[in-house]
């Protein structure tokens, strides 16, 4: 393993492994799993981003960061988090990362069980909206560790708030800006989600689906979900769409993988195409023109809020905790933030 200068106390925090399994795996001693030496790197690596946040003297709290999402996403907020966390001064906040790609109730539970057991000061999470993740987020606050969802909402949890745009006005936005920009068309609207158990997408296409019933009553509108938001799945549920409806000629991004839906059409690119979040692969492919625009929201904000919110379920910031959505961003190519290039 490669040399680094964290003590194994640290890494064993970082972790959620013992002391003892760390120096194990440390050592590559027989009979350590090479998954606990793959937890035990993920670790230092997440110390090393971190370093920083260790050399501050004073109360450490310990947030975690669970994600079901793609990998271009996850990264994103990921990095977004890390890039806040010094500004939270004097709060001394360090991060664990519990990230993965299919959408999973099991898998969300898992995370959260696994953090109870270790404990944690508080918990940001996006989870598919299903019985068995709200009863894990429940027992978690009933413990002590407060939570706040991100991007998708658990309302009927006991989650302390919700982080995010409101998604319905998103959603209605998207349909504005597809019969505003092609009046006079009359062919089918595709509409792509990553998973219909987030309550987030779902929120989006209803609010999308209601508005352009209003403003272009004769659209139809094909849907294309639970791929995941995985490249290989959403180019064949895509292709298989496209063919099927010749006359598809926009497209509402909901789950991304916005490069695999350009590619299922081939030749012939979509009039419209509005999709969410602006990463760099939407930065890319918005600077090229092959898309017609990103509904955007300051992530880094979000999860500047997101942390201030848990200092303050746990008395470490005064005041209530109060919410608003964030403000939704329309970006164009000709209006794209420095720092994707814009």
Request: with cysteine; hydrophobic share 40%.
């Amino acid at each position: 393993m490669a040399r680094h200068r964290f003590r194994i106390r640290e890494i064993a925090q970082q972790s959620g492994l013992s002391e003892a399994t760390v120096d194990r795996a440390l050592h590559r001693r027989p009979g350590v799993r090479e998954s606990t030496v793959a937890e035990v790197e993920r670790a230092i690596a997440d110390l090393e981003r971190q370093e920083s946040q260790l050399q501050v003297v004073g109360r450490t709290f310990l947030v975690d960061l669970v994600m079901q999402a793609p990998d271009r996403f996850s990264t994103q907020v990921r990095h977004a988090l890390e890039t806040e966390l010094p500004t939270l001064r004097p709060a001394v906040i360090r991060a664990r990362f519990h990230l993965g790609e299919e959408s999973s109730p099991a898998g969300a539970v898992h995370s959260l069980e696994r953090i109870g057991e270790r404990g944690s000061h508080g918990v940001i999470l996006k989870a598919p909206d299903h019985p068995d993740v709200v009863a894990a987020v429940d027992r978690l606050v009933q413990s002590g560790t407060p939570v706040v969802t991100l991007v998708t909402d658990l309302p009927l949890s006991r989650r302390a708030a919700y982080i995010g745009i409101d998604n319905r006005a998103a959603g209605a936005t998207a349909a504005y800006l597809v019969t505003q920009w092609s009046t006079e068309a009359i062919g089918s609207v595709l509409v792509t989600l990553s998973s219909s158990t987030f309550r987030g997408e779902e929120e989006r296409e209803m609010g999308f689906r209601t508005t352009l019933r209003n403003l272009a009553p004769d659209r139809t509108i094909r849907e294309v979900t639970d791929t995941d938001g995985q490249d290989g799945t959403i180019l064949a549920a895509v292709g298989r769409a496209v063919r099927d409806d010749p006359t598809i000629d926009a497209v509402y991004s909901i789950g991304g993988g916005n490069a695999a839906i350009l590619d299922a059409f081939g030749d012939r690119a979509p009039r419209v195409f509005i999709a969410h979040d602006l990463d760099h692969d939407n930065a890319r492919l918005l600077r090229t023109g092959r898309l017609s625009a990103v509904l955007h929201h300051d992530l880094r904000a979000d999860l500047r809020r997101a942390c201030r919110m848990l200092l303050q379920a746990q008395g470490a910031l005064p005041g209530a905790i109060s919410t608003a959505p964030s403000q939704i961003q329309v970006v164009t190519p000709y209006n794209q933030p420095h720092a994707f290039g814009g």
